[in-house]
């Protein structure tokens, strides 16, 4: 047989071999690419599976959806504890999670190298999708970090996908049995300063009264004692809550101050089941309607200057992001530090402690609803604040209130501008009549048809006054309390109501207003700067917080001198032969004005506010005091007044 060299044999039997053969081989070869085709569709179909598992699960994270998370987890209880206590532990105020890459084989454990395949072309089976997480934190820089999820194909022939739990999906350094905790421990409070530098808010002493199921053992007694302290606590919803609590469990009744503690501690201390623990808290010291409270949860200012000057006093605090014990809640690694946090810086106020003392124990010893303000008239620095109930509203400084008569010190300034004087003769009948309307005299008393202004003033007459409203225009009594900065916005360096006096739209209210009634309406901070704008002889606006006021008010009016002369005069008599009469044995020179104002009350029944307000010649120092619903200037304020003012002579 012939043969070529290097060919394929001849004839149609070799050309069917080789036909067949090619066949055979081009077949296998179909098969080879079709089988490696499939299996990296196969391939990508279960990544891009996982991928989008790993995205569900980031997106419900997100969403603040612990439960629908751990759902797509091989542990979903261990996943949602974590996820809840990282939630609870860090509060933020957003999440975000970009998923920053392709899934990849992750490799086995234990593995010198990675991406070790098994035959299905996924290594240990599992896949890791990295992932940038990023948590907005309030008040904080937003807080980024790089984790991976690992992902494994569910179990039978399905084609799922659950995230496989652990803690270092949360963050990479996390261990089992630990936490992400947001630290911010809050920057020391700074207190709010009397002008000599004490505290009238810091830290201070406090007890708190807490109840032992397990101890308690006579309920009526435990209730009878709390009744006793007199600060509102619900007693029958306090025995719900211990019903249903665990019997060691300490269940919270109240917190007291030091002072009020130890009022009642013998008799707390004598029920079994009643603990006391004692602890410090930021307290307003003194003057506290007008220094304000905090939340006492978050520590914030809520009302009055601690309110106010809340950033100042509060500074700012630390905050790190740190890993910590969910057992004990040790901290265990700082993952991140903010830089910043400054201790806050103190208020200052003009309040002088002795004045402030006095001011409010007289009104604790009258008992009722009401409040002192003392000024010092060269300047305007207040001097004392005070209130009564003492953690109540701020009407000292805030309080809009008719004045009544004390309002006539300024009727009797617009008639001394007016051209007056002081022994003009008014008359004091015992009623007069306007269109209609009668006005009268405390108890309906009169006086002669020869009473002078200055009778009028001293014994408060209100008819002798009314009786020449035709010497008044309808903006008279505005314009004469603008001498007395009424009207304008005043910076004190803290909220107050700086007084009210429209013009009178008819005569009725002419002759109401001249009475200190009718629309007119003021505070005792205002009152207390009338009585201390006659003693200096000028309008200086009341100050609080020095350093706050950048531009006082001003009066846009001004009274001849003969004017706060004669009202000088005629206020020292009404202490020494007038209705005031309750300050005559008071030290210092006392000059007052006292007021009684009607209003009606929520029911609409006929009520009056006592008032009194003055200076001492001997001392800088003017005062205003009232007492809310019921009594008169004379015999209610005037007292009050007196046990104040003697007690800074003693």
């Avoid at 439960?67 to 206590?85: F, G, Y």
Wanted: glycine share 10%.
């Amino acid at each position: 047989m012939r043969t070529r060299r290097n060919g394929w044999p001849r004839g149609r039997a070799g050309v069917g071999a080789v036909l067949a053969l090619a066949v055979v081989v081009l077949a296998a070869g179909v098969a080879l690419v079709l089988a490696r085709r499939d299996a990296g569709d196969d391939a990508d179909d279960g990544r891009e599976a996982a991928a989008d598992t790993a995205r569900r699960f980031l997106d419900a994270w997100a969403a603040d959806d612990p439960e629908r998370a751990a759902a797509l987890t091989d542990d979903p209880e261990a996943a949602r504890s974590l996820l809840e206590s990282v939630r609870e532990n860090t509060r933020p105020e957003g999440l975000e999670f970009a998923v920053t890459g392709e899934p990849e084989p992750a490799p086995a454990e234990g593995a010198e190298t990675e991406g070790a395949e098994e035959a299905d072309g996924t290594g240990t089976g599992t896949l890791a999708v990295p992932f940038t997480a990023t948590f907005t934190l309030a008040g904080l820089d937003a807080w980024s970090y790089d984790s991976t999820a690992l992902l494994r194909p569910d179990a039978g022939d399905g084609d799922g996908w659950s995230v496989v739990w652990e803690s270092a999906l949360v963050h990479p350094e996390l261990a089992d049995g630990q936490t992400l905790v947001l630290s911010r421990p809050a920057a020391e409070r700074a207190p709010i300063l009397a002008a000599d530098g004490s505290q009238l808010a810091g830290r201070a002493t406090v007890w708190n009264i807490a109840v032992r199921p397990a101890e308690l053992t006579d309920q009526d007694a435990a209730w009878a004692v709390l009744d006793t302290l007199d600060v509102g606590i619900d007693t029958d919803a306090l025995a719900d809550r211990v019903a249903e609590a665990e019997p060691e469990q300490a269940v919270p009744v109240v917190t007291l101050r030091d002072a009020v503690f130890q009022e009642h501690a013998a008799e707390l201390a004598a029920v079994p089941g009643l603990e006391s623990v004692e602890g410090t808290r930021q307290l307003a010291l003194a003057a506290r309607a007008v220094v304000g409270g905090l939340d006492p949860e978050s520590g914030a200012g809520v009302t009055g200057l601690q309110e106010r000057y809340d950033e100042q006093l509060a500074g700012t605090g630390s905050a790190a992001m740190v890993i910590a014990d969910r057992a004990s809640g040790a901290a265990v690694e700082t993952l991140h530090d903010w830089s910043g946090g400054e201790a806050g810086s103190p208020v200052g106020t003009t309040i002088d402690p002795d004045v402030q003392r006095a001011a409010e124990a007289a009104l604790d010893e009258a008992g009722r609803d009401g409040a002192i303000v003392a000024v010092r008239p060269s300047t305007g620095h207040v001097l004392a604040a005070a209130d009564w109930p003492a953690d109540g509203f701020d009407r000292s400084l805030r309080g809009q209130l008719a004045p009544g008569s004390t309002f006539k010190v300024l009727t009797a300034a617009a008639f001394l501008e007016g051209g007056a004087t002081p022994e003009d003769v008014l008359g004091c009948p015992r009623t007069v009549t306007v269109d209609g309307q009668s006005f009268e005299n405390q108890d309906e008393f009169e006086l002669g048809e020869d009473t002078t202004l200055r009778e009028a003033f001293t014994a408060s007459c209100n008819t002798g006054l009314i009786a020449h409203r035709d010497r008044f225009a309808p903006d008279t009594l505005s314009r004469t309390a603008e001498a007395f900065g009424i009207g304008g916005e005043w910076d004190v360096g803290a909220a107050t109501f700086d007084g009210s006096v429209p013009a009178a739209e008819t005569d009725n209210e002419l002759a109401a207003s001249m009475i200190g009634q009718a629309r007119v309406q003021t505070s005792p901070l205002v009152m207390a700067s009338v009585a201390a704008t006659v003693a200096e002889g000028a309008f200086r606006q009341p100050v609080l917080v020095p350093a706050a006021v950048d531009e006082p008010h001003r009066a846009s009016a001004e009274l001849a001198p003969g004017t706060f002369e004669a009202l000088r005069s005629m206020m020292r008599e009404t202490v020494t032969d007038g209705s005031a009469s309750a300050l005559a044995g008071v030290p210092g020179e006392p000059h007052g004005k006292t007021g009684t104002a009607e209003f009606a009350d929520e029911d609409g029944e006929l009520s009056t506010n006592a008032w009194i307000i003055g200076f001492l010649g001997e001392r800088d120092l003017a005062f205003a005091v009232v007492l809310e619903d019921g009594g008169s200037g004379g015999s209610d304020a005037g007292p009050v007044a007196a046990s104040f003012l003697n007690a800074l002579s003693s």
